[in-house]
């Protein structure tokens, strides 16, 4: 039965991570005027929160729903201005020359914990995650902490597999793609994430 529970959780982790939000459209951007790292490194500090709200989902944590329903209102504050900072951020950013692709450790640290902190303050993640694991029948095959642990382990694979992807499709471009065309890139995407950011303060 794990190996089951296993795969369930790679495919909610794969279709929970490529709907079209803030995190794909920085992931986007990142890998077409920065690189493949770039981009994979905004992936894995999503995947990593995804594996968090996936353990916590399959573990029925529900102090932690509890504490997140209570001060919901704080956290769309949170992540809503954060959101709408990394689009101000992006609005402005020059595209860079697709020749260098090296940057520090320092700053990819501080692009891989920005993006988890800003994935782990959506308060909709965990309630989204509790849903999906009540439809697919996650939850009920979730009998010890050993069993979570492999839940979240299979959220984060399927997650991650997904940013492999679309790092992969967009690297494939990249060449192709122009440094006006990545500047109106960097346009239309700070303006949507603005605009989700904006959204997601009042939800």
């Known amino acids: 039965m794990s190996y089951i529970l296993f795969i369930k959780c790679i495919l909610t982790g794969l279709l929970l991570a490529a709907p079209i939000g803030p995190v794909n459209l920085i992931?986007?951007?990142r890998t077409l005027s920065e690189g493949r790292?770039?981009?994979?490194?905004?992936?894995?500090?999503?995947a990593t929160a995804d594996a968090v709200y996936g353990y916590a989902a399959a573990a029925g944590l529900n102090f932690l729903t509890s504490f997140i329903n209570e001060h919901e209102a704080a956290f769309h504050w949170v992540s809503g201005l954060f959101i709408a900072y990394l689009g101000w951020l992006t609005y402005h950013s020059l595209p860079q020359s697709q020749v260098v692709e090296k940057e520090t450790s320092k700053t990819l640290l501080g692009l891989f914990t920005g993006i988890f902190l800003l994935t782990l303050t959506n308060p909709?993640?965990?309630?989204?995650y509790i849903a999906t694991f009540s439809s697919f029948s996650i939850a009920v095959l979730v009998t010890?902490?050993?069993?979570?642990?492999l839940a979240s382990c299979g959220v984060f694979l399927g997650s991650l597999l997904w940013w492999i992807i679309l790092t992969s499709v967009l690297s494939f471009f990249r060449d192709?793609?122009?440094?006006k065309i990545i500047g109106c890139i960097n346009k239309i995407a700070g303006v949507l994430i603005i605009l989700i950011g904006i959204a997601s303060i009042g939800m």
């Open 124 to 128: 909709v993640t965990i309630f989204t």
């Open 27 to 29: 992931c986007i951007k």
């Open 144 to 149: 010890s902490v050993a069993k979570a642990a």
């Open 37 to 46: 790292i770039s981009g994979l490194v905004v992936g894995l500090g999503a």
């Open 176 to 179: 192709k793609i122009t440094s």
